[in-house]
């Protein structure tokens, strides 16, 4: 599969045919932007990310119905959001088992990405929105990967200057549940020009930041290939894994950190 990007017009094209995606906008992201002051002075109906859900060659359709999976790119240009990098709006997976989320397995086809997880107490139960036991800034660059553990909401933010293009593969049957994050005005922190990260006051008695890099991650073993499309579509048990609840409590973030906050 040839995947072509056109910085022009942020244009996504899979073996010459334009894709169409799915465009968050400045309004989707209201509940979630940390400086009010900019929204209210902006374009309302800016993009700021574009999303293709299902991009795969027709032939290899059906391989992935089998395995029950979706292969999705996400192009998140370089913007600023007043004081604030821009990012996605932030979502939890829904279960796979009895208090078991989907994990979501994630590459930087281009750019740099810095991906914030937090886990809840509870899990993600709405009475326990505020209080969150783990938060962690996972750093990836060009060609790495990494996967969102089960349990784990998520937010993507571009601190670069350049366009961020993400391939990811999750379950076809996982559902993205955005309210927590639009209930709690953002995710635990929010990460600001400079590299400055702020806690989002409405949590409780939030745990420090952690960092990890990409490559220090723990993630299933996956065969050479040169990238995660190809690894699928050469050998597709490797990802059955993203649909195993029983793969759910193995410890996949590496314990080698560095303090940020």
């Given amino acids: ?36 002051e900019f929204y209210m002075r902006a374009n309302k109906e800016m993009p700021l990310y574009y999303m293709y859900r299902g991009v795969v ?10 395995y029950g999976l ?7 240009p370089p913007f600023m959001l ?6 996605t709006l932030g979502h939890c997976h829904s279960e796979v088992g009895k208090g078991i989320t989907y994990p979501e397995l994630y590459e930087v086809l281009q750019g740099r990405a810095d991906f ?35 349990n784990y909401g998520h937010i993507t933010i571009n601190p670069s200057g350049a366009a961020l293009i993400l391939a990811n593969w999750v379950s076809s049957t996982s559902k993205s549940l955005y309210e927590p994050y639009k209930r709690m005005g953002g995710g635990a922190y929010f990460e600001l020009a ?15 930041l952690r960092l990890v ?8 073993q996956l065969p050479e290939a040169r990238n995660i499309y190809e690894a699928f579509i050469r050998h597709p048990e490797c990802l059955k894994f993203l649909n ?10 590496s314990r080698k950190e560095e303090g940020i906050i």
């Avoid at 899990?123 to 089960?150: F, H, M, N, T, Y």
């Avoid at 400079?194 to 420090?208: D, H, S, V």
């Avoid at 990409?214 to 299933?220: D, K, L, S």
């Avoid at 195993?244 to 973030?253: A, G, Q």
């Fill in 1 to 36: 599969m040839e995947l072509y990007y056109d910085p022009s017009n942020h244009s996504l094209y899979i073996n010459g045919l334009e894709l169409i995606p799915e465009i968050r906008r400045l309004n989707d992201l209201f509940d979630v932007i940390y400086d009010k």
């Fill in 57 to 66: 060659r027709d032939g290899d359709r059906g391989l992935c119905k089998s």
């Fill in 70 to 76: 979706r292969f999705d790119v996400t192009i998140i």
């Fill in 82 to 87: 007043g004081e604030e990098y821009v990012k």
């Fill in 116 to 150: 914030l997880l937090q886990r809840w107490v509870g899990d993600q139960s709405p009475s326990d929105l505020a209080k969150i036991k783990d938060v962690i800034l996972l750093r990836a660059s060009e060609g790495e990967r990494i996967l969102i553990p089960p």
């Fill in 194 to 208: 400079g590299g400055r990260f702020i806690p989002n006051a409405r949590y409780e008695c939030l745990p420090p």
């Fill in 213 to 220: 890099r990409a490559y220090e991650a723990q993630i299933p």
């Fill in 244 to 253: 195993d609840p029983k793969f759910m409590e193995t410890s996949l973030i």
